[in-house]
């Protein structure tokens, strides 16, 4: 009972991380139909930040300044993707414009860290364990569980209920009619662009002592994200929210009872989704771009 | 050998007839005579429409010839690498199919690729060592994989497609990397020389290679032909004009489905002759990057032509293989430059992914051969 | 004898707008039948839903007797109904020949074969090519069709649908935008059209309906205002007021060509609307 209270701890740690990741490449898909293929390698960017300034020992300090330069270092990429892709109005040269990048951001981080596979350690401070039922678990842990619910709540407020957030989500269900307004949607698409890559950015800091940093990451964190917003819904903010605890979930599980299946099972809940639900399980209000 | 060439002839016929009309396409009202210049090759051209189609036969002749004759005169090294070349443009012929030729963008073919690949090495270990065997199997199985995972993507067009493909091709990936039946992400060695009408091991690269030429050939031809059959025609119209298609009483999700899994064959050989050749095969030879080259060949060779995209896959692996040798072993580094430069240097090729734009660049860039 | 076509109570509704409000309409095999009615009367989304295009919300629609209602729109299209689209609907990027061939090889059963060339299916070839000669396009078979003009590429959407061996053929405002000229060969091309096939047309041209129509039907407001010969429709009290609140047939026509473009704006926006809801608007 308690290993599996450890595993479905383990499994909330991984939604919230994945709720960060998946949420700028649902709400860029959402908005502007471009499929950021580049999502992957900006986590990597946040990974190999913290490989460079967390080192072993840091303390809270240290950790902070890692996530805010990722932030940054986020927020600049997704820009300067949200600036390429804008050259061009056909999907899939958007979506090939961001592999290349992808691409090349990936291979410059291995020229500048090889090819190790670099672990992270959690700031000292919360480096420790406590004891949840019997069991010890990594204190570093639980707040990216926290983490998650304050930027679940804190995405909840800002694009439900704040005036940016409606033109975010009708900018989702009809772009031209957005436009049609005089909202200048433009700048809101970089900004969601960039904020979401920032989010990307941070998830990989955070996502560090657990995962850890190494080439091939980036595919992996792609893949799990996309699948996230295919089980959620594209360009649903709830949906990445959904799709992110049920793919955190599939993933501890799977990984504590069948090792060997654990990817196996990810595509296998999004077949069973698509099946059902194929347009997710909280699909945006309307469907157009689904 | 004889069939390729005429099917080769046949397209090229075919692309003169649709470079008469290219440069009125795009959306705009035609005007009822075409522009003069365009004019000139045109009537050049029906003038004496023997000499382009035999100068483009005999341009294939030697194609054929020169890479039958290359184990002849060069050492086994690059001969092992256009083998691989041969077995990846086999992959990328059934991603043209899928991308040029229906308008489905997929970035999953690598992992029919990889199971056609991993069939074929089980097979040789375990089963046979005849090369047609396990290249049928390899087939049969990539068939199989496509018919099993495909139903989730073909329900979906566009950009939510390669969304899935690659959703789905990162998926068999990481089983293959973490499955210990198949050497988890050591990969599977061990793998036997092939044999041929079981006769000896085939040890020199020169052999190797000719068998693999000789089935890519073949998978060329019978790609040409769904191309250019009823079948090829139902594909580009829903390509074209899906909601016409349904109203003139088609299923285009079930014609969807079938060049999914015909792909998926392909896919499936092409890994089975990968796998014979290197007689070893691991989850990195079918991860993302493998499948993201498929694309981009055939992108750069031009969506719905089938050779196009052979010469882009051979290109884009020697940049992978042999030009990152030389600088320092950092060809992801060009190659997603190249993607980037692709996209703004060729603008209106890409578009013709979905339409047919890249092949209107060919025939601008036909034309502007033959005018000077 | 069983009519080809009959509507019963056929309702369709957004939300709380009812477009289509129990439309009963029986037309037998061989007639010729117009659709008509001023700006908003629903005819657009009548079209489309006995097309198929729209999923009706009540009522029946039934093909030869057989209810087709629940249908989708390829099956109805495989058991003879058939439609063509406001702005021509082709296939832009493949050939004139191609175009027809793709009707013609469903109705042959050879669509998904790719044993031979398509060449090689002579019988299919042939009959694609007749197709072409009789709608007068047989000098541009090897033309891809977006070099045709407009006017050409109503009349190879003709030649198209009646390759698909239909026997109801269902128009959506054919010859919206084409010149004096181009209707008076489209007028001629459908006054050539086979004895046996049945006619379902929507349109404005009131000249064109009246000289091609062996019966008109008026829509108002959703429903069914008056149904019958052209010349009693024509003279009609409550058609006239329907129209135009006023009692002048001269009236009838001047107002009907003015009210063209607004109603063409209106109708755009009813179907981006009827493509979403069929699932048609995937990402391009």
């Known amino acids: 009972m308690a290993t599996h209270l450890v595993s479905v701890l383990n499994g909330l740690a991984m939604g919230s991380l994945l709720f960060a990741i998946a949420l700028g490449l649902s709400l860029v898909f959402g908005m502007m139909d471009v499929l950021n293929l580049a999502h992957g390698a900006v986590y990597l960017v946040g990974a190999y930040v913290a490989v460079a300034?967390?080192?072993?020992?840091?303390?809270?300090?240290?950790?902070?300044?890692?996530?805010?330069?990722?932030?940054?270092a986020g927020a600049l990429l997704g820009g300067l993707l949200a600036a390429l892709t804008r050259a061009t109005t056909h999907h899939l040269d958007q979506a090939l414009l961001t592999l290349g990048v992808g691409l090349v951001v990936a291979e410059v981080l291995t020229l500048a860290f090889g090819t190790d596979v670099h672990s992270i350690s959690a700031p000292a401070p919360v480096g420790g364990g406590v004891t949840v039922l019997g069991e010890t678990y990594p204190v570093y842990r639980l707040l990216v569980i926290g983490f998650g619910v304050v930027l679940a709540v804190a995405v909840y407020v800002l694009v439900e209920r704040s005036p940016l957030g409606s033109v975010i989500r009708a900018t989702v269900a009809d772009r031209a009619m957005v436009a049609a307004l005089g909202v200048n949607t433009g700048r809101v698409l970089v900004g969601v662009f960039a904020a979401g890559a920032a989010l990307a950015a941070v998830g990989g800091v955070l996502a560090g002592p657990i995962l850890g940093a190494q080439p091939g990451l980036d595919e992996k964190v792609l893949l799990l994200a996309l699948v996230v917003v295919v089980i959620g819904g594209l360009g649903s903010v709830r949906g990445a929210l959904l799709g992110a605890v049920v793919i955190g979930q599939v993933q501890a599980l799977g990984t504590a009872l069948l090792p060997e299946y654990a990817s196996f099972l990810v595509f296998a809940a999004m077949a069973l989704v698509l099946l059902v639900r194929p347009a997710g399980l909280l699909p945006a209000r309307t469907g157009v771009h689904a | 050998m004889r069939a390729e060439t005429e099917k080769e002839k046949e397209q090229e016929k075919e692309q003169e007839q649709e470079k008469d009309t290219v440069t009125v396409h795009g959306g705009t009202p035609a005007p009822p005579d075409p522009a003069p210049v365009v004019e000139a090759p045109d009537s050049a051209a029906t003038a004496g429409a023997d000499r382009p189609h035999r100068?483009?036969?005999?341009?294939?002749?030697?194609?054929?010839?020169?890479?039958?004759?290359?184990?002849?005169?060069?050492?086994p090294y690059p001969v092992s690498a256009m083998?691989?070349?041969?077995?990846?443009?086999?992959?990328?012929?059934?991603?043209?199919?899928?991308?040029?030729?229906?308008?489905?963008?997929s970035l999953g073919q690598a992992a029919y690729f990889g199971v056609g690949a991993y069939t074929a090495v089980l097979v040789g270990v375990h089963i046979t060592p005849d090369a047609m065997v396990q290249a049928l199997a390899g087939l049969v199985m990539g068939l199989v994989a496509a018919a099993v995972t495909g139903w989730v993507a073909v329900r979906a067009r566009g950009i939510v497609f390669l969304m899935l493909t690659l959703a789905i091709g990162e998926s068999v990936h990481q089983v293959a990397d973490t499955w210990s039946a198949v050497g988890g992400s050591n990969g599977l060695a061990g793998m036997p020389p092939v044999t041929l009408f079981g006769g000896p091991a085939l040890l020199a690269a020169g052999f190797v290679y000719w068998w693999v030429l000789v089935v890519a050939a073949l998978v060329f031809a019978a790609v040409a032909l769904v191309v250019r059959s009823p079948y090829g025609r139902t594909l580009r119209g829903i390509r074209d004009n899906e909601a016409?298609?349904?109203?003139?009483?088609?299923?285009?999700?079930?014609?969807?489905?079938?060049?999914?899994?015909?792909?998926?064959?392909?896919?499936?050989?092409?890994?089975?002759?990968?796998a014979q050749q290197a007689r070893f095969f691991s989850p990195g030879d079918m991860g993302f990057e493998v499948a993201a080259l498929a694309l981009l060949s055939v992108v750069i060779g031009g969506a719905g032509s089938l050779w196009g995209p052979c010469l882009g896959a051979a290109l884009v692996l020697f940049v992978r293989d042999n030009l990152s040798a030389s600088i320092g072993g950092h060809g992801p580094l060009v190659l997603g430059a190249v993607f980037v430069a692709v996209v703004f240097l060729m603008p209106r090729g890409l578009a013709g992914l979905t339409g047919g734009r890249l092949r209107?660049?060919?025939?601008?860039?036909?034309?502007k051969e033959n005018s000077s | 004898m069983t009519p080809l076509l009959e509507l019963r109570g056929l309702t369709r509704s957004y939300g709380s707008l009812t477009a289509v409000d129990g439309v009963d309409l029986t037309i037998p095999r061989g007639e010729r039948h117009a659709l008509i009615g001023p700006n908003g009367a629903?005819?657009?989304?009548?079209?489309?839903?006995?097309?198929?295009?729209?999923?009706?919300?009540?009522?029946?629609?039934?093909?030869?007797?057989?209810?087709?209602?629940?249908?989708?729109?390829?099956?109805?299209?495989?058991?003879?109904?058939?439609?063509?689209?406001?702005?021509?609907?082709?296939?832009?990027?493949?050939?004139?020949?191609?175009?027809?061939?793709?009707?013609?090889?469903?109705?042959?059963?050879?669509?998904?074969?790719?044993?031979?060339?398509?060449?090689?299916?002579?019988?299919?070839?042939?009959?694609?090519?007749?197709?072409?000669?009789?709608?007068?396009?047989?000098?541009?078979?090897?033309d891809k069709v977006s070099a045709l003009s407009h006017g050409e590429r109503r009349q190879l959407e003709v030649a198209m649908v009646l390759a698909t061996e239909p026997s109801l053929v269902m128009f959506d405002e054919p010859t919206a935008g084409m010149s004096a000229a181009e209707t008076e060969r489209f007028v001629a091309l459908m006054e050539r059209l086979p004895?046996?096939?049945?006619?379902?047309?929507?349109?404005?041209?009131?000249?064109?309906?009246?000289?091609?129509?062996?019966?008109?039907?008026?829509?108002?407001?959703?429903?069914?205002?008056?149904s019958g010969p052209p010349a009693a429709i024509r003279t009609d009290e409550a058609v006239q007021r329907a129209y135009l609140g006023s009692a002048r047939t001269e009236d009838l026509f001047a107002e009907a060509e003015a009210g063209i473009e607004a109603e063409a704006e209106a109708e755009a926006g009813t179907e981006a609307e009827a493509g979403t809801e069929a699932g048609t608007g995937g990402p391009r």
């Open chain 3, 195 to 226: 004895e046996d096939l049945t006619v379902l047309i929507v349109e404005h041209d009131l000249d064109v309906v009246f000289r091609l129509a062996d019966r008109v039907t008026v829509l108002h407001l959703g429903r069914v205002l008056a």
């Open chain 1, 53 to 72: 300034l967390v080192t072993d020992g840091a303390g809270v300090a240290a950790f902070v300044l890692a996530v805010l330069a990722a932030a940054v």
């Open chain 2, 83 to 105: 083998t691989r070349m041969l077995a990846f443009a086999v992959l990328v012929i059934g991603v043209d199919l899928l991308t040029g030729v229906t308008g489905l963008p």
């Open chain 2, 244 to 274: 016409r298609m349904r109203a003139l009483g088609y299923r285009p999700a079930l014609a969807r489905y079938g060049v999914f899994c015909l792909a998926g064959a392909v896919a499936g050989v092409g890994g089975a002759l990968w």
């Open chain 3, 42 to 142: 629903g005819k657009s989304t009548l079209f489309a839903t006995v097309a198929g295009t729209l999923r009706a919300s009540g009522g029946s629609v039934l093909l030869s007797g057989q209810d087709i209602t629940s249908l989708p729109e390829a099956d109805r299209a495989r058991r003879g109904m058939v439609r063509t689209y406001q702005h021509s609907s082709l296939f832009l990027d493949c050939s004139v020949l191609d175009n027809v061939a793709l009707a013609v090889q469903r109705v042959h059963r050879v669509a998904h074969r790719f044993d031979r060339a398509a060449r090689r299916f002579r019988h299919t070839e042939a009959e694609a090519r007749r197709h072409l000669d009789s709608a007068g396009l047989s000098g541009r078979t090897g």
């Open chain 2, 360 to 367: 209107e660049l060919a025939g601008a860039r036909r034309r």
């Open chain 2, 55 to 75: 100068r483009r036969a005999a341009v294939v002749v030697a194609v054929v010839a020169l890479l039958t004759a290359a184990p002849l005169v060069l050492s």
